[in-house]
Structures are given as structure tokens and as C-alpha cells.
């Protein structure tokens, strides 16, 4: 038996949709996935409920933000 790859969250889609729709998959996942600062208690147990909420785990508090990560790029309007 040879040695196993690591292929993360995209494994279940085995040599499907390509390497490049893959590797971004892998991507988007890990950063929505990830803990993140809670702006009002400061420790990073900030983590995603649902598209657009973020809730802390440590003090309960809600905040709505991006789809993938609580805070999105500055958008500029004329």
C-alpha cells in the first residue's frame, strides 16, 4: 500500500470539476471554516452559522458579514 494523499475538503469530489475549480473550492472553504477575532470580546472564536452570520462562541454575540469571512473589502461608493 503506498503512501495516502492529504487532499483536504475537496477529496469527496475525487478527480471531478478539474484542479483549478478544486483548489479554489479548497480556498473558499478554509477561510469560511476558520476562527476568526470577535470584535466585542476580542479572542478569536468568532465562527460562521450560516451565509452572512458570524456568531462568537465565547460571549454569544452576533454580527452579520460576508458570505466566506466576517469582514469584506472596502466598497467604495460614488
Known amino acids: 500500500m503506498g503512501k495516502k ?3 483536504g475538503s ?3 469530489l ?3 470539476y478539474g484542479r ?3 483548489v479554489m473550492l479548497k480556498k473558499v ?3 469560511q471554516k476558520a476562527l476568526y477575532i470577535c470584535p466585542s470580546c476580542k479572542k478569536k472564536s468568532l465562527k460562521r452559522v450560516s ?3 458570524w456568531q ?3 460571549c454569544n454575540t452576533k454580527i452579520a458579514g460576508g458570505a466566506y469571512s ?3 473589502g472596502l466598497v467604495e461608493v460614488e
Open 20 to 22: 483549478r475549480v478544486r
Open 70 to 72: 466576517p469582514k469584506t
Open 5 to 7: 494523499k492529504k487532499v
Open 10 to 12: 475537496t477529496g469527496r
Open 29 to 31: 472553504e478554509e477561510k
Open 51 to 53: 451565509t452572512g452570520i
Open 14 to 16: 475525487g478527480a471531478k
Open 56 to 58: 462568537c462562541q465565547k
